[in-house]
């Protein structure tokens, strides 16, 4: 990567879309000249964010393809989606501490059980209402994320959003998880996803929703408590954060090493009820008395620093661990450019990764900039996800009910946020081009096309399409057709009029990027 | 190695099977053909909590917050035999241990070591682990065996196919062979299936020209229609297999009209709790193959046994309500297929097991062996089989869990070769990797 000055920038300058701010420049390789600016346009939209949209399309079209790119990796000074901000007016909740959120639901349980004298009566009281205040909030997290994706401006932020949280993945609706997985999402994952990798891996292992997921919040030394109760180890987050957050299955460790890392990472707790005089705002509390302090070899290396400092340092260990650079950088070409990305290019991403720190950012830069990036479409069938957000985008609507999205999700396999297993989803051809989710991806193209995509959600029976619902079928030809080959083209042609969008919405180089 | 002796031996018997007409007596079940239908417990079932050691010592000192008690206790196990005994949450299953048509493989499993629950099902639904790149090249990555075992069957006779209940294709099932993939989850009336296919039939299919030269596309896409077609056809001409009246109580909580099943299908939607799906499920399955003699091989898959956490006991906890859940599946299962059951085998795997230990969370993490279920008409039941390593040091699998002593394997290859039919070459293609052959399980396949 080079950092150029000089005109492009002056001109993006005196446009004012940029500001002041110094900008991150990438330059983009000669591989990228084989393309018309058109060409590159819609590769760009594809592959850095979920296609194109009208919005997205004009801001490409006014920028060039180079201050866009550089605009995406610097999210932070493009504002959120209008529709986000409308969200968040009404329900700021998920822009709040952790603790604060969780303290809130406690009061809101409390509330509801005032004046029941009935201790069995209030209990139930309390419960329903704190389930219902969480699944609300979880609805919310699950149209936030949605609304971000379709209409937000940030596209690769929006799509590195969702890589990050998939790979620190958590199961969405469950108990009190449901609550804060929104402020999760918002607040640990986002913010760090072009920072550096150690700091968005302690901000997950600080999360009171990753403790409790992946069980650390209840590991401890071994003790007997006062009504004798037996407490100890448990190393499930030990060995996933090893497995899958660092190293990967193949990274060298051993049985001893997650037992060793459990040991350093007792005491890390989370106190949703503000009970603790420790807690720190983010809900995250380390328990001196629950720590085992003696010192541990993991990796062979010797770690006997005192209290929290101890898993720090081994967590930052594995994360700067050239398996760690190994495996991101794998994953990430696998995420943005194929199933099986060129070796040469994973090297030079890791190579980046260990040069750097592991600032994302940077590994993202060569990534863009490389030829790699910039050879052929095709190589990546879309995920459900990625499916489902795209041709929404392409179909130029503002969806009245972003929660109706979720049928067709969960009906593909790919219910949002509910992915049981600490491994997320998988991002590859084998596991999404099946029977089912074909067919499902052309049931939801036709009921998009025809402005019903509502219908698919028989939770929301008697909601009515409304009319910003129906798409017009020249902004999706003039979205979607750049990409077609003149065969497809041709066969969308001779159906019937009204046929042609939901076969564009299932074309075969729409469900391939 | 191979144990080719084994399988001569097996061979032999067929054939001399073949010539005096074993399956002869019966017209009706000699035009059935047999059936496979494998239940993947996805998340490590505590094999422990499913047959219980409750007699050994080490259990019982290993386990003092979730160990099951003895029979005849409080909320004792039902008694299997001597040693073990079975979680009282499968008490719908025990009429079928007596009766002798169902039996466990104590202390099988995968012989890798791998305490990863991606890594181990995805060995355990490849049937090997791709260990050299030779394996790897030869079968890629996404076959699983029980799509080879399919081919084999589809090549025998060209209307057999396979079924994956659920909703997505599994690994097990992925490959060249036929599959069907429908979510049987929600009940579908026979009016209603009918509607569905007619209406199918007036559409005119622009998409499969959309996909004319998408070979990949096409196949699913034609996959899916045909596959859709033949499932509800079927639906819409099977008769609701009789119940028990008390087993509709299982059934209700997928009864969408209800308003507790309300709740809990928002659950199941998102992934959750999938075990609570399964009776429906079962109830399905059993309609399509007492319908459909051409599904042969079937499979679906439950979640959520991964008990860390709040395993529970004999009345509380997750474990004792997704085997209940289980259970009644299967109990309906059972029910529906009648006369098929004498050809039908069920198998419930997992990929491995859990520690012998409680952990500090009332909950078990990621241990090796565990318990293999075989249920049908051919399995002679009634027995606990496998070596049965015990839980005392010496005996435990890094001396902290129970050692796998049967590869899982060696229990599908027996049922392939002596319920099926399949061959030595035949076998080899399935499980292209040696494996330790079984011991003990001599008995447990009937004629």
Same mark, same amino acid.
């Not at chain 1, 999360?207 to 190393?235: Q, W």
């Not at chain 2, 399964?278 to 959520?304: E, H, I, K, S």
């Not at chain 2, 509380?316 to 259970?327: K, V």
């Given at each position: 990567?080079?950092?150029?000055?000089?005109?492009?920038?002056?001109?993006?300058?005196?446009?004012?879309?940029?500001?002041?701010?110094?900008?991150?420049?990438?330059?983009?390789?000669?591989?990228?000249?084989?393309?018309?600016?058109?060409?590159?346009?819609?590769?760009?939209?594809?592959?850095?964010?979920?296609?194109?949209?009208?919005?997205?399309?004009?801001?490409?079209?006014?920028?060039?393809?180079?201050?866009?790119?550089?605009?995406?990796?610097?999210?932070?000074?493009?504002?959120?989606?209008?529709?986000?901000?409308?969200?968040?007016?009404?329900?700021?909740?998920?822009?709040?501490?952790?603790?604060?959120?969780?303290?809130?639901?406690?009061?809101?349980?409390?509330?509801?059980?005032?004046?029941?004298?009935?201790?069995?009566?209030?209990?139930?009281?309390?419960?329903?209402?704190?389930?219902?205040?969480?699944?609300?909030?979880?609805?919310?997290?699950?149209?936030?994320?949605?609304?971000?994706?379709?209409?937000?401006?940030?596209?690769?932020?929006?799509?590195?959003?969702?890589?990050?949280?998939?790979?620190?993945?958590?199961?969405?609706?469950?108990?009190?998880?449901?609550?804060?997985?929104?402020?999760?999402?918002?607040?640990?994952?986002?913010?760090?996803?072009?920072?550096?990798?150690?700091?968005?891996?302690?901000?997950?292992?600080?999360?009171?929703?990753?403790?409790?997921?992946?069980?650390?919040?209840?590991?401890?030394?071994?003790?007997?408590?006062?009504?004798?109760?037996?407490?100890?180890?448990?190393?499930?987050?030990?060995?996933?954060?090893?497995?899958?957050?660092?190293?990967?299955?193949?990274?060298?460790?051993?049985?001893?090493?997650?037992?060793?890392?459990?040991?350093?990472?007792?005491?890390?707790?989370?106190?949703?009820?503000?009970?603790?005089?420790?807690?720190?705002?983010?809900?995250?509390?380390?328990?001196?008395?629950?720590?085992?302090?003696?010192?541990?070899?993991?990796?062979?290396?010797?770690?006997?620093?005192?209290?929290?400092?101890?898993?720090?340092?081994?967590?930052?260990?594995?994360?700067?661990?050239?398996?760690?650079?190994?495996?991101?950088?794998?994953?990430?070409?696998?995420?943005?450019?194929?199933?099986?990305?060129?070796?040469?290019?994973?090297?030079?991403?890791?190579?980046?990764?260990?040069?750097?720190?592991?600032?994302?950012?940077?590994?993202?830069?060569?990534?863009?900039?490389?030829?790699?990036?910039?050879?052929?479409?095709?190589?990546?069938?879309?995920?459900?996800?990625?499916?489902?957000?795209?041709?929404?985008?392409?179909?130029?609507?503002?969806?009245?009910?972003?929660?109706?999205?979720?049928?067709?999700?969960?009906?593909?396999?790919?219910?949002?946020?509910?992915?049981?297993?600490?491994?997320?989803?998988?991002?590859?051809?084998?596991?999404?081009?099946?029977?089912?989710?074909?067919?499902?991806?052309?049931?939801?193209?036709?009921?998009?096309?025809?402005?019903?995509?509502?219908?698919?959600?028989?939770?929301?029976?008697?909601?009515?399409?409304?009319?910003?619902?129906?798409?017009?079928?020249?902004?999706?030809?003039?979205?979607?057709?750049?990409?077609?080959?003149?065969?497809?083209?041709?066969?969308?042609?001779?159906?019937?009029?009204?046929?042609?969008?939901?076969?564009?919405?299932?074309?075969?180089?729409?469900?391939?990027? | 190695?191979?144990?080719?002796?084994?399988?001569?031996?097996?061979?032999?018997?067929?054939?001399?099977?073949?010539?005096?007409?074993?399956?002869?007596?019966?017209?009706?079940?000699?035009?059935?053909?047999?059936?496979?239908?494998?239940?993947?417990?996805?998340?490590?079932?505590?094999?422990?909590?499913?047959?219980?050691?409750?007699?050994?010592?080490?259990?019982?000192?290993?386990?003092?917050?979730?160990?099951?008690?003895?029979?005849?206790?409080?909320?004792?196990?039902?008694?299997?035999?001597?040693?073990?005994?079975?979680?009282?949450?499968?008490?719908?299953?025990?009429?079928?241990?007596?009766?002798?048509?169902?039996?466990?493989?104590?202390?099988?499993?995968?012989?890798?070591?791998?305490?990863?629950?991606?890594?181990?099902?995805?060995?355990?639904?490849?049937?090997?682990? !791709?260990? +050299? #790149?030779?394996?790897?090249? =030869? %079968?890629?990555?996404?076959?699983?065996? *029980?799509?080879?075992?399919? $081919? @084999? &069957?589809?090549?025998?006779?060209?209307?057999?196919?396979?079924?994956?209940?659920?909703?997505?294709?599994?690994?097990?099932?992925?490959?060249?062979?036929?599959?069907?993939?429908?979510?049987?989850?929600?009940?579908?009336?026979?009016?209603?299936?009918?509607?569905?296919?007619?209406?199918?039939?007036?559409?005119?299919?622009?998409?499969?020209?959309?996909?004319?030269?998408?070979?990949?596309?096409?196949?699913?896409?034609?996959?899916?229609?045909?596959?859709?077609?033949?499932?509800?056809?079927?639906?819409?001409?099977?008769?609701?297999?009789?119940?028990?009246?008390?087993?509709?109580?299982?059934?209700?909580?997928?009864?969408?009209?209800?308003?507790?099943?309300?709740?809990?299908?928002?659950?199941?939607?998102?992934?959750?709790?999938?075990?609570?799906?399964? !009776?429906? +499920? #079962?109830?399905?399955?059993? =309609? %399509?193959?007492?319908?459909?003699?051409? *599904?042969?091989?079937?499979? $679906? @898959? &439950?979640?959520?046994?991964?008990?860390?956490?709040?395993?529970?006991?004999?009345?509380?906890?997750?474990?004792?309500?997704?085997?209940?859940?289980?259970?009644?599946?299967?109990?309906?299962?059972?029910?529906?297929?009648?006369?098929?059951?004498?050809?039908?085998?069920?198998?419930?795997?997992?990929?491995?097991?859990?520690?012998?230990?409680?952990?500090?969370?009332?909950?078990?993490?990621?241990?090796?062996?565990?318990?293999?279920?075989?249920?049908?008409?051919?399995?002679?039941?009634?027995?606990?089989?496998?070596?049965?390593?015990?839980?005392?040091?010496?005996?435990?699998?890094?001396?902290?869990?129970?050692?796998?002593?049967?590869?899982?394997?060696?229990?599908?290859?027996?049922?392939?070769?002596?319920?099926?039919?399949?061959?030595?070459?035949?076998?080899?293609?399935?499980?292209?990797?040696?494996?330790?052959?079984?011991?003990?399980?001599?008995? *447990?396949?009937?004629?």
């Amino acid at each position: 990567m080079t950092i150029r000055t000089t005109t492009r920038r002056a001109l993006v300058l005196v446009l004012g879309l940029l500001g002041s701010v110094p900008g991150w420049a990438v330059d983009l390789p000669a591989a990228a000249q084989q393309w018309s600016v058109p060409q590159q346009q819609w590769l760009v939209l594809n592959r850095l964010g979920y296609g194109p949209s009208p919005d997205s399309v004009a801001r490409i079209q006014q920028l060039g393809v180079s201050a866009y790119i550089d605009q995406q990796l610097q999210p932070q000074q493009l504002p959120e989606a209008r529709q986000t901000r409308q969200l968040l007016a009404t329900q700021p909740w998920l822009d709040w501490p952790a603790a604060r959120i969780m303290a809130r639901l406690y009061q809101t349980g409390q509330a509801a059980g005032e004046g029941i004298s009935d201790p069995q009566a209030r209990q139930l009281a309390v419960r329903t209402a704190t389930n219902q205040q969480s699944r609300q909030l979880f609805m919310l997290a699950q149209k936030l994320r949605l609304t971000e994706a379709i209409s937000s401006p940030r596209q690769l932020e929006a799509r590195l959003t969702e890589f990050w949280f998939n790979h620190f993945n958590v199961f969405g609706p469950l108990g009190s998880i449901q609550a804060t997985l929104g402020q999760y999402e918002r607040q640990v994952i986002r913010p760090r996803v072009l920072g550096r990798f150690e700091d968005l891996l302690l901000a997950t292992a600080r999360s009171p929703i990753m403790l409790t997921y992946l069980n650390n919040e209840k590991s401890s030394r071994a003790y007997v408590d006062a009504r004798g109760t037996a407490h100890g180890l448990n190393e499930n987050y030990a060995r996933e954060v090893m497995e899958l957050h660092t190293l990967g299955v193949q990274g060298g460790y051993t049985q001893q090493d997650v037992t060793a890392l459990a040991h350093v990472l007792t005491g890390w707790r989370q106190d949703g009820l503000g009970k603790y005089q420790d807690t720190r705002p983010d809900g995250f509390l380390f328990s001196a008395a629950l720590h085992d302090p003696a010192p541990q070899v993991v990796l062979g290396q010797r770690f006997d620093q005192p209290g929290e400092a101890q898993g720090e340092a081994a967590l930052r260990m594995l994360a700067r661990h050239p398996a760690t650079a190994q495996h991101l950088s794998q994953q990430l070409a696998e995420f943005f450019l194929a199933d099986d990305p060129p070796p040469a290019l994973v090297r030079r991403m890791s190579q980046r990764w260990l040069a750097t720190q592991g600032d994302l950012r940077e590994v993202m830069t060569v990534l863009i900039s490389s030829p790699e990036f910039w050879q052929q479409r095709g190589q990546k069938f879309k995920t459900p996800y990625r499916y489902l957000v795209s041709t929404v985008r392409a179909s130029g609507i503002q969806p009245s009910n972003p929660a109706a999205l979720l049928a067709p999700l969960n009906a593909m396999g790919m219910p949002l946020y509910g992915r049981l297993t600490p491994d997320g989803y998988p991002q590859d051809k084998s596991a999404w081009l099946n029977p089912v989710g074909l067919q499902t991806r052309v049931n939801f193209a036709q009921t998009l096309a025809r402005g019903r995509y509502i219908w698919h959600a028989a939770e929301l029976q008697g909601a009515t399409p409304q009319p910003e619902d129906q798409p017009d079928p020249a902004t999706v030809s003039r979205l979607i057709d750049p990409l077609l080959s003149p065969q497809t083209l041709q066969r969308i042609q001779q159906a019937p009029a009204a046929q042609q969008m939901a076969l564009r919405l299932a074309a075969p180089e729409w469900l391939y990027d | 190695m191979w144990n080719r002796r084994y399988w001569l031996r097996s061979m032999a018997g067929l054939v001399t099977g073949t010539a005096l007409g074993w399956s002869a007596p019966v017209s009706a079940q000699a035009t059935r053909p047999a059936r496979l239908v494998v239940i993947f417990l996805r998340g490590a079932v505590d094999g422990l909590s499913v047959v219980v050691p409750h007699g050994d010592a080490d259990y019982r000192q290993a386990r003092p917050g979730i160990g099951l008690a003895a029979p005849g206790q409080p909320d004792g196990v039902l008694p299997l035999d001597r040693q073990f005994g079975l979680h009282p949450a499968l008490a719908p299953l025990y009429p079928l241990w007596q009766q002798g048509s169902l039996a466990f493989v104590q202390a099988v499993g995968s012989p890798g070591p791998s305490r990863s629950h991606f890594e181990a099902q995805q060995f355990m639904e490849l049937g090997f682990e !791709p260990v +050299t #790149a030779l394996l790897r090249q =030869r %079968l890629g990555r996404n076959e699983g065996w *029980l799509n080879r075992w399919m $081919t @084999d &069957l589809h090549r025998q006779q060209p209307s057999a196919t396979a079924l994956a209940a659920g909703r997505s294709l599994p690994l097990i099932l992925q490959g060249p062979a036929p599959v069907i993939n429908y979510d049987l989850g929600r009940i579908i009336q026979a009016d209603k299936a009918a509607a569905l296919v007619a209406s199918q039939n007036r559409q005119q299919d622009w998409f499969a020209q959309l996909y004319q030269n998408h070979p990949e596309l096409l196949a699913a896409y034609q996959n899916a229609r045909q596959g859709q077609q033949r499932v509800l056809s079927e639906l819409a001409e099977a008769p609701a297999p009789a119940m028990e009246a008390t087993m509709t109580p299982a059934l209700s909580s997928t009864d969408p009209r209800s308003a507790a099943a309300a709740q809990e299908k928002q659950m199941a939607d998102h992934g959750a709790a999938p075990a609570n799906g399964f !009776p429906a +499920t #079962a109830y399905q399955l059993a =309609r %399509l193959m007492t319908q459909d003699p051409g *599904l042969q091989v079937l499979f $679906t @898959d &439950l979640g959520d046994w991964d008990t860390h956490i709040g395993q529970g006991n004999a009345r509380r906890g997750r474990l004792q309500g997704n085997l209940g859940a289980l259970a009644r599946g299967l109990q309906l299962l059972v029910q529906g297929l009648g006369e098929d059951y004498a050809r039908t085998t069920v198998v419930v795997m997992s990929e491995f097991g859990r520690t012998l230990h409680e952990n500090g969370t009332g909950g078990t993490d990621h241990g090796h062996g565990n318990v293999m279920w075989l249920l049908g008409g051919g399995i002679r039941g009634g027995s606990v089989y496998g070596d049965w390593p015990g839980l005392g040091r010496e005996g435990l699998y890094q001396q902290r869990d129970l050692a796998v002593t049967t590869d899982y394997r060696a229990v599908l290859a027996l049922l392939a070769a002596r319920q099926f039919g399949l061959n030595d070459a035949q076998l080899q293609r399935i499980f292209p990797q040696p494996f330790q052959p079984a011991r003990g399980l001599d008995r *447990l396949w009937r004629g």
